[in-house]
């Protein structure tokens, strides 16, 4: 499913002494079977635009389509964009409420009118996508782990088999270990399921191997959207709207400056160690 966004406006609270103007002019695409990565700064307008991708927000001006179909327009059936669309929050795992893992996560297809054993079959297929154990099923989520709770959140997100999915901050909280397996995993689901992903990160580094595209958002507004690669050889634009830049990336740019001429767009450990070898002549080139 592809997603259109054009001359998206929000104002929080309008008309009032505490009205701010959260996005303007915001004008995006996202491609059928994409990762999308957004990243920018804290406070940049990330969560507030993925909120408006399934009608959770309405839009102050502007429009957003779905394959084309307006879903600002009067009439939409916002139930049914939420079901093509799935949102998961920061901090999932303080949406859990059912009694029991299984019924947390059959939720949703349960709202639907499934038949119980499609429920069931969605039920078990969404837990082995997020990697937990089906003896977990007859559990209490409060009873778990926070990473085993935030898995059951993700999983009733994935029992309702959106067309797309869309995560805001999901590493937010873990440690680096945790960040890395749940952005495989995402990785994973994006390309076994071929859904289209859009993940929210103000750390471009988690992102950056998977993302077919990169969003950079500040101020409320779209500075860059292309190639990660493209973004990752411009630490000058990063720096200016308050990206961190990667520190792989920003070593290669401090060997550059010595005279070194490596290429800065590295993605991970092995290619910017491919890339030294290359640059001193003991590499491919």
């Known amino acids: 499913m592809s997603i259109t966004v054009e001359g998206l406006e929000h104002v929080y609270l309008p008309g009032t002494p505490l009205e701010k103007k959260a996005l303007h002019d915001v004008n995006l695409e996202i491609p059928t079977g994409s990762f999308c990565a957004i990243v920018g700064p804290t406070g940049s307008g990330k969560s507030t635009l ?8 309405r839009p102050s001006s502007g429009h957003i389509y779905l394959d084309g179909v307006d879903i600002t327009a009067r009439g939409i059936d916002l139930r049914r964009v939420r079901q093509r669309v799935g949102l998961v929050f920061q901090f999932p795992e303080q949406q859990l409420f059912e009694e029991t893992v299984w019924d947390d996560i059959a939720f949703g ?7 119980a054993e499609e429920i069931a079959q969605r039920v078990a297929m969404a837990m082995a996508l997020v990697g937990l154990d089906q003896g977990l099923a007859s559990r209490s989520p409060f009873g778990l782990s926070g990473g085993e709770m935030r898995r059951v959140a993700l999983a009733g997100v994935l029992a309702m088999s959106p067309e797309v999915l869309v995560l805001d901050e999901p590493a937010a909280g873990l440690d680096p270990r945790g960040r890395d397996e749940i952005i495989a995993r995402v990785a994973t689901w994006h390309r076994e399921l071929g859904i289209t992903v859009v993940v929210v990160s103000h750390t471009l580094e988690d992102v950056a191997p998977f993302a077919t595209q990169v969003v950079l958002v500040a101020q409320g507004t779209v500075h860059y959207t292309g190639p990660v690669r493209k973004l990752l050889a411009n630490g000058e634009l990063m720096r200016q709207w308050g990206l961190d830049v990667p520190p792989l990336v920003e070593l290669m740019e401090s060997l550059r400056a010595r005279g070194l001429p490596v290429r800065p767009a590295v993605l991970d450990v092995q290619e910017t160690v491919t890339e030294i070898l290359r640059a001193i002549g003991g590499g491919p080139s």
């Open 109 to 115: 297809p349960r709202n639907l009118g499934l038949p």
């Open 50 to 57: 993925v909120q408006h991708l399934n009608g959770l927000l």
